[in-house]
């Protein structure tokens, strides 16, 4: 199992700065993490951990072996469930993002639908979100059958928090050949969703696997929050069941990439520890 770190780990830094302190915890992988279309105000002055979807991908790749890292995926967290906006991370920022993975050799791009924030969106049914969900994926799965990278659907929506939902989206997709599941541990919780049960029911469909554990007082949450950022206690500490869902992934023979999504130095440090005893 290979064990990465967010690339978002100091607040109100860049991408560099969050690069080196990736490599200074001891990891050898990362994600990239937070991006964007053309410019941002930010990242030119130096306080927002993002880089430009546009990017020349000549300086992503120094950049990363300048801190002797290996990049596993590229996020691309979208929303696609309310109607298409200019200001809105949809199709064409994941077309973006899989074009940019595949120039600098990573074979992993990492989406979902998101929750709406539009009335359009809230009224869906869910035939009609499955639509809506198909509608803007269809040219993005072109683009990574054609390129090479795997498009991966992370929990962290209305729909892809459980096992059911997920389901539902990969048959409605039927691209079993480029479409696969990147494990959310907290996010499948906390959606009211069983992240045991999605090892268990995809197996080798999981290709990748974003680690938090979450804590006990999150549980009146559970079922009405679509996802959270970053984790804020070391796996093992929460509700999760971190240990026995390594073990099944372990039986099911995943060894790809895994993300660590925890705030805290110390809490990154002691998840990582206990990952690899868990999965010896």
């Not at 990239?32 to 030119?44: I, K, M, Q, R, S």
């Not at 989206?169 to 959310?184: E, P, R």
């Not at 974003?210 to 549980?219: A, C, S, T, V």
């Amino acid at each position: 199992m290979i064990i990465g770190c967010f690339a978002l780990v100091d607040p109100f830094t860049n991408i560099q700065h969050q690069f080196k302190r990736i490599r200074e915890m001891g990891f050898d992988y990362a994600d990239l993490t937070d991006n964007h279309d053309g410019a941002t105000l930010g990242v030119e002055y130096q306080f927002a951990a993002s880089l430009s979807l546009e990017s020349r991908p000549g300086l992503i790749k120094k950049m990363v072996a300048d801190h002797k890292l290996t990049l596993t995926s590229v996020c691309a967290h979208a929303n696609l469930l309310d109607p298409p906006s200019p200001d809105r991370y949809g199709t064409h920022q994941i077309i973006k993002a899989i074009r940019l993975a595949h120039l600098l050799g990573i074979k992993q791009v990492i989406t979902t639908e998101g929750d709406p924030k539009t009335d359009f969106g809230h009224n869906l049914s869910r035939d009609r979100m499955l639509f809506a969900i198909h509608e803007k994926l269809h040219e993005p799965i072109l683009w990574a059958r054609e390129l090479g990278v795997e498009l991966l659907l992370e929990p962290h929506g209305i729909l892809t928090d459980t096992v059911e939902g997920m389901r539902a989206i990969l048959d409605t997709l039927a691209a079993d050949d480029v479409v696969g599941v990147n494990l959310d541990t907290g996010n499948s919780w906390l959606g009211g969703g069983d992240p045991l049960q999605f090892v268990k029911t995809f197996g080798r469909r999981i290709k990748h696997v974003h680690w938090k554990d979450m804590p006990k007082e999150w549980e009146p949450k559970r079922g009405k929050q679509f996802g959270c950022g970053m984790g804020l206690i070391p796996l093992g500490d929460g509700v999760v069941g971190i240990e026995t869902i390594v073990k099944e992934l372990k039986n099911v023979g995943f060894n790809g990439p895994t993300t660590l999504e925890i705030a805290g130095e110390q809490a990154v440090k002691n998840s990582a520890e206990r990952l690899r005893k868990w999965s010896a």
